[in-house]
Each structure stands twice: as structure tokens, then as C-alpha cells.
């Protein structure tokens, strides 16, 4: 895929690019993790937690992690591009119509905003007026959205390309976008190293590419200040590798 990329603060970073998770694990029995939890049966519904209004907000992100895994990779959602704070602290909330991107950490019913690491979003064109303000974000509907323990999946309408999540380690997860036929433009993935859940800063990053085309890989660290973490006046910083399949 071609890589689109925007800069949404760029007095703060001394590069900007990101990272997109995209690497074949292989699971028990050398079955890909993929396919071990997209054909899964849990009686788990990750949706659970993910509405409400007020102190009955759940503020639980539907995403992918593996149990004490550092990596919680799940969309970023929004109202007509409204994201009103006390309803997204997890990043995502169930009446949202629209998608901004997906991110690789995530709180669970913390009652702030923060983390969100490393947006990342599939879109048909990359022009100046698209990428800026989460131009490239997508409306989705529910019926066309999936969760189960370690899988997420969900049809991004806009540019008609079906995003699949996976848990695929403690420290990794993996994305996989299929442009569907029918959809007009280019095949781009949008890396946003400044995005953040809420109002969080990335004061600051750093990244290195290796290689071309299929066998790009990227490298780098994100330095983010969110309502919580910016407190101790140092934030989180996030290292990251990524590996581009096709």
C-alpha cells in the first residue's frame, strides 16, 4: 500500500511519519493468529461498556489485546468529527457514526482522556483538505462492525475497505485493510504519530524507515502528554517497529 501521512503539529515533531503494525504471527500450530480468533466462539461481547452517558459512561475501548499485554490496538470514534471528551476516554463510544482512526493504547475506565498512540487510518486520497482534521475518517454502522476476544473488524464506509484488527503478542497487533471494489481513488494508509485520545500532546518523535515496498519497515518513539500522563510534566513514550506485508 502507498503511505499518506499528516502533520497536525509539526513544531513538535522532528520527524513525521509513524508506525502501522502489520506483521504475520504465526499461533499455536503455526495457524495465524488472524484466523484462530476471527473463527473463535467466546461468549464475550467487547461492546459491553463501550456506551452510556454520564457517570454511566464504561469508557471501555471494543479493541484487541492479549491478557497483560501493553498493546490495546482499537478504533477511534466520533460524532459528525465530534468527539466529546467525558464520553471518549477509552477512545471509542458506541453512538459514534464515525471512525477517526485506530490507535495502539487505550485506558479502560479511567475517567480521563489519554494515550492513543499512533493513529493509523486506510483512505482513497491524501490531499491537503482530506488529511488535515481527520479528513480520512470514515462513517461505519454496527451491523457491519465485529468484536470478539483478540479480533475486531468493522467495514469502513467511506472509502469501502474492510478493516481487521488482531492481537497478535504482548507488545504487537496486527491490521489488515482490504480496499473492496467499487471504492474511487488510490489504496493509502494515513500514519498520524501526533494523534492522541482527547487532548493529549505529542511533544515530540522520532522515526526511521528501512527497505521499500513490500519489505518496508519502520522504527521510531512517540512522546505523548495526555490529561493523566502529562501530569508528572515527562508523558509516555511509546517505541515502536512495523513491518508492511503487501
Not at 501521512?5 to 515533531?13: H, P, Q, S, Y
Not at 503494525?21 to 480468533?37: C, D, I
Not at 479528513?135 to 468484536?147: D, I, L, P, Q, V
Request: charge should be neutral.
Amino acid at each position: 500500500c502507498k503511505l499518506g501521512m499528516r502533520i497536525r503539529r509539526a513544531e513538535a515533531l522532528m520527524l513525521v511519519c509513524s508506525s502501522l503494525q502489520l506483521l504475520q504471527v504465526s499461533g499455536v500450530a503455526g495457524v495465524p493468529a488472524r484466523e484462530r480468533f476471527r473463527n473463535s466462539k467466546f461468549p464475550v461481547n467487547p461492546f459491553i461498556g463501550t456506551g452510556g452517558d454520564g457517570f454511566g459512561v464504561g469508557s471501555t475501548p471494543p479493541g484487541v489485546q492479549l491478557p497483560f499485554s501493553m498493546m490495546r490496538l482499537s478504533p477511534d470514534s466520533a460524532f459528525d468529527n465530534v468527539a466529546i471528551i467525558w464520553r471518549h476516554f477509552g477512545g471509542y463510544h458506541y453512538l459514534d457514526n464515525e471512525i477517526r482512526c485506530f490507535s495502539h493504547t487505550h485506558m479502560v475506565g479511567a475517567g480521563i482522556e489519554d494515550y492513543g498512540h499512533i493513529g493509523v487510518m486506510p483512505t482513497r486520497e491524501v490531499e491537503p483538505s482530506t488529511v488535515r482534521n481527520y479528513g480520512y475518517r470514515s462513517t461505519f454502522s454496527h451491523k457491519n462492525e465485529t468484536a470478539r476476544p483478540g479480533y475486531y473488524a468493522v467495514l469502513l464506509e467511506s472509502p469501502n475497505v474492510l478493516a481487521e484488527l488482531t492481537a497478535a503478542g504482548q507488545f504487537t497487533g496486527m491490521h489488515q485493510y482490504t480496499f473492496l471494489e467499487g471504492g474511487a481513488g488510490g489504496h493509502y494508509v494515513v500514519i498520524d504519530p501526533t494523534h492522541s485520545v482527547g487532548k493529549g500532546d505529542v511533544v515530540n518523535a522520532s522515526i526511521a524507515f528501512s527497505g521499500s515496498g513490500t519489505s518496508l519497515s519502520l522504527s521510531g518513539w512517540s512522546l505523548l502528554k495526555g490529561s493523566l500522563t502529562g501530569r508528572n510534566g515527562v508523558g509516555v513514550r511509546v517505541y515502536f517497529v512495523a513491518e508492511f506485508l503487501q
